[in-house]
């Protein structure tokens, strides 16, 4: 080994022969390193806000490639456990894959049969949070921000993690677009920790409708069908899709000031 | 060297008591942060009228000349003493003069009127918007620190020598904390018929 | 000339602020509970006071995705010292770890200045505070975060009493150790104050106080916009 200290640990060049700078593009192929640096295929927003017996969570079925509507029916929310919905947005082959991850979890979860309620809502939480802070602390994000819904305690839980590792809890949240135009109308409800007891089913559900309907209006990214997912103890985890109602177009007219409109 | 306003530092504050108002400034002139002198005021008068120029330093003189000047024909043209409201919108119609190439200066007004002796302070950007208060206004590159200690130690209706403790105290503290400011400071108080000015030793570092 | 394109693995979701106030039986740990990134209000109930065990609380202050990888690692360290070693953790050797902690990463680091908040084993309140990279000093009193600059003046001036003297003297006054009720009173003045100025502070302040019987949290209502 070569003890001199510019050169400490290489082959000796007098013993070896001529130290070969090639090894170190070692692999199989001439490809260089990949990363995502941007996300391609999206989903937008994802929302969620808690009440007196649970949580509810919604996400529309476009995935979006750019500006184009790429993928019509794709579902963005996704039971894990028995009682915990995880809602993701971003890009949609990292969704694939935290989904496979998730799936796998539960699958091996299960594997020991011994009545051990499996994962929990929080539990959730953290094993994304750990994933996602790893992926991002090796520079390889997965370019997605996530709603965990369920229970902690017998309590209602909903949670927030994205691709940074970043985290919290609230009474009410969204992602993405959501954040500026669902959180306004949703904090209506449930402004502070505790909000959400005084809250019902049919109050949370309509503030939601509300939120994706203005979510369709002004998101260019949203689309019209949406998953609901609904949380109870009593009834476990419930996700149906649906469409927005009760829209009215009447403002469209008085936008005015882009195209080829004249005055 | 890149933002002309944090080049020589300095920092301001001014506070409003019962009839009666403080202005307060330190005394360092500094090139990043090498101090250069230790008595470089940044208060200047115009017959009642305060005004505290922080920033950079050739503005500052350039200013304050240019405030005499402007300050002495007013009162030459109109026969009366200009009132600090008069010399804000002064003050604010001279820096937006220049809003495309702005003078880096962070100004403050204080004084009483010369006929209700209502108190009246105000800060500007370097630009000239200005902004009002009824308690205190601060500029400089101590700015947060003054805020934070502002804040706290301010209460209103403060007679003149309590005034006097509380802008010191919080002079003093926010400029400790400042590696720009310091080396001194000088307060004024200015109250109907009586100007008080006294000069704040301080740490030297 | 190529183009470069990088992912950036900071962000600027965070805590607002905390503060710290050491005692001569007591530590006071303060911090508002808004956790922000941008002009976003993520949530108003999001604590950034830690227990770690052994009576030791930190507040990290920072990156919160970093803040919570690194109060993981502190708690980590706290319990494999008890496996290791069947004992309490000392503040001062908890501080000594938590510089490692900060330094492993000296070449990617935790975005966080943390606080540390204990009592010493001699029964003196006490205060670590490091920089993101694990320099530390114990101190009488510190804040961190975003209002930091508005917070320190203040406790420069009151708990150290800074630039007062005794008016019948003249001589500087000297420090003495702060009764808990005029230190509570400090810290919520001065986070009133800083609520007030940062946009990044507000919705409820957290005191932790701590002697050595354990620690005791208390809130109080900021303002919300």
Redesign the interface.
């Known amino acids: 080994m070569e003890h001199h200290q510019a050169n400490w640990g290489r082959p000796r060049n007098d013993v070896y022969g001529e130290y070969d700078f090639a090894i170190h593009n070692a692999g199989s192929h001439d490809e260089p390193t990949t990363r995502t640096l941007q996300p391609t295929v999206t989903g937008s927003s994802v929302i969620g806000i808690k009440f007196d017996k649970g949580v509810i969570l919604a996400a529309d079925t476009l995935a979006s490639y750019g500006s184009l509507r790429r993928f019509v029916d794709e579902q963005r929310l996704f039971q894990v456990g028995d009682q915990t919905v995880v809602g993701i947005s971003g890009d949609v082959s990292d969704m694939q894959n935290i989904q496979d991850t998730l799936d796998q979890l539960e699958i091996e979860a299960n594997y020991d049969a011994d009545g051990y309620p499996g994962p929990t809502a929080p539990s959730i939480h953290m094993y994304l949070r750990r994933l996602l802070y790893y992926q991002r602390s090796r520079m390889d994000p997965l370019w997605n921000s996530i709603l965990v819904a369920g229970f902690k305690n017998d309590e209602p839980y909903l949670a927030y993690v994205d691709l940074l590792g970043v985290t919290y809890q609230s009474g009410c949240l969204a992602t993405g677009f959501g954040n500026y135009l669902a959180i306004p109308l949703l904090r209506k409800l449930v402004d502070n920790d505790g909000d959400e007891k005084n809250v019902t089913y049919e109050q949370a559900r309509k503030a939601i409708e509300e939120a994706m309907k203005v979510l369709f209006y002004r998101d260019g990214r949203a689309t019209d069908t949406y998953h609901v997912a609904v949380i109870t103890k009593e009834a476990g985890v419930q996700i149906e899709k649906t469409k927005c109602e009760n829209m009215s177009w009447k403002f469209a007219s008085q936008i005015k000031g882009f195209g080829t409109q004249k005055e | 060297m890149s933002n002309p306003s944090e080049i020589n530092g300095g920092a301001a504050v001014a506070m409003v008591g019962k009839d009666c108002v403080a202005i307060a400034s330190d005394l360092r002139l500094g090139l990043q942060s090498v101090g250069i002198s230790g008595d470089f005021e940044k208060i200047f008068e115009y017959n009642g009228v305060y005004l505290a120029l922080t920033g950079l330093a050739t503005d500052v003189q350039t200013l304050s000349i240019d405030f005499r000047k402007k300050h002495s024909l007013y009162e030459l043209r109109e026969e009366r003493r200009m009132e600090p409201q008069t010399m804000a919108n002064l003050v604010s119609s001279t820096l937006y003069s220049k809003r495309f190439g702005p003078y880096f200066v962070g100004p403050l007004v204080a004084g009483l009127n010369s006929s209700t002796s209502k108190p009246y302070i105000c800060s500007f950007d370097s630009i000239g918007c200005i902004e009002h208060a009824n308690d205190f206004v601060v500029v400089g590159t101590a700015s947060d620190q003054l805020y934070g200690i502002c804040e706290s130690l301010y209460e209103p209706n403060l007679e003149p020598e309590d005034l006097f403790e509380t802008i010191s105290q919080a002079l003093m503290s926010a400029v400790d904390r400042d590696a720009l400011s310091g080396w001194g400071g000088v307060v004024y108080i200015i109250e109907k018929d009586k100007v008080t000015k006294r000069y704040l030793k301080t740490r030297q570092d | 000339m190529p183009i470069e394109?990088?992912?950036n693995?900071?962000?600027d979701?965070s805590g607002g602020s905390t503060l710290a106030i050491a005692g001569k039986d007591f530590a006071i740990l303060a911090g508002d509970t808004r956790?922000s990134?941008g002009y976003?209000i993520?949530?108003?109930?999001?604590s950034q006071i830690h227990s770690v065990g052994d009576g030791l609380l930190v507040s990290p202050n920072g990156?919160?995705?970093d803040a919570?990888?690194f109060v993981d690692d502190v708690h980590n360290d706290i319990i494999w010292y008890h496996h290791k070693h069947n004992k309490k953790l000392a503040i001062s050797s908890c501080a000594r770890s938590i510089m490692h902690t900060l330094y492993r990463r000296r070449f990617?680091p935790y975005y966080v200045s943390p606080i540390l908040v204990g009592i010493e084993p001699d029964g003196t309140g006490a205060v670590y505070s490091f920089d993101p990279v694990g320099s530390y000093e114990r101190e009488a009193s510190r804040a961190a975060g975003h209002?930091s600059?508005?917070?320190?003046?203040?406790l420069?001036?009151?708990v150290r009493k800074?630039?007062?003297v005794d008016p019948e003297t003249g001589k500087p006054l000297a420090q003495h150790d702060l009764d808990l009720e005029t230190a509570l009173q400090l810290v919520k003045?001065?986070f009133?104050?800083?609520a007030?100025?940062r946009i990044q502070v507000g919705d409820w302040l957290e005191i932790a106080v701590v002697t050595k019987d354990g620690h005791k949290v208390e809130r109080y209502p900021l303002r919300r916009d």
Do not use: I, K, M
């Not at chain 3, 993520?42 to 999001?46: G, K, Q, T, W």
């Not at chain 3, 600059?149 to 203040?154: I, K, M, R, S």
């Open positions: 394109h990088s992912f693995p900071y962000g979701s956790h990134t976003s993520d949530s108003r109930n999001e990156f919160s995705a919570r990888a990617f209002a600059e508005l917070l320190v003046p203040f420069d001036n009151q800074a630039n007062q003045d001065a009133a104050g800083a007030e100025r």
